[in-house]
């Protein structure tokens, strides 16, 4: 019989939610941004000011309505969760280099690509490969180079994703 989860417990399945998470707006970072935009359009254009004017006529006062949208812009972006982990996963791809925002790339699209596993993920192999041919694509091709293997495939996606979810966190903590 389980009792209630302890602190540890409750800590360590945050941790692995988050890296989920990470994981899937690293995934689907351009549906996932056009969609948030979207929605963020949607209500900031809906958006109706409240009629400060009680005396009736129209004021000949100016209003402000740059500054009021730029206003209205960070108060959504300051409720909305998946503004934050849409900034770690630019700041991710930023703070990285060339070859490793080429493994992402790679990765997103071993994810597209239909899954045929024989017991074990197929996204390994399938990153690997398209890795490897973007990378000859784009660098000098030397014939002793081979993709790499499935370690390092995993490892450099667990880095990833571990530095998508630490800059997620400093975010936050703003």
Not at 24 to 37: F, P, S, T
Not at 147 to 169: C, G, M, N, Q, Y
């Amino acid at each position: 019989m389980e009792g209630p989860m302890t602190d540890e417990q409750k800590l360590i399945e945050s941790m692995e939610q988050d890296k989920e998470i990470a994981e899937c707006y690293l995934l689907g970072y351009d549906k996932c941004l056009a969609e948030y935009n979207a929605k963020k359009r949607e209500e900031l254009d809906t958006y109706q000011p409240p009629d400060e004017n009680v005396g009736g006529g129209r004021s000949n006062v100016p209003g402000h309505p740059v500054e009021a949208a730029a206003v209205r812009s960070a108060e959504y972006d300051a409720v909305h969760p998946a503004y934050a982990w849409l900034k770690a996963v630019e700041y991710t791809h930023r703070t990285l280099g060339e070859r490793k925002n080429m493994f992402i790339r790679a990765r997103c699209e071993a994810e597209q690509a239909p899954h045929i596993t024989a017991g074990r993920p197929a996204w390994v192999e399938r990153t690997a490969q398209i890795y490897f041919d973007l990378a000859r694509k784009r660098f000098i091709e030397r014939p002793w180079d081979t993709p790499p293997s499935a370690r390092t495939v995993k490892r450099w996606w667990a880095d990833i994703i571990r530095r998508t979810v630490e800059i997620h966190l400093r975010i936050e903590k703003k």
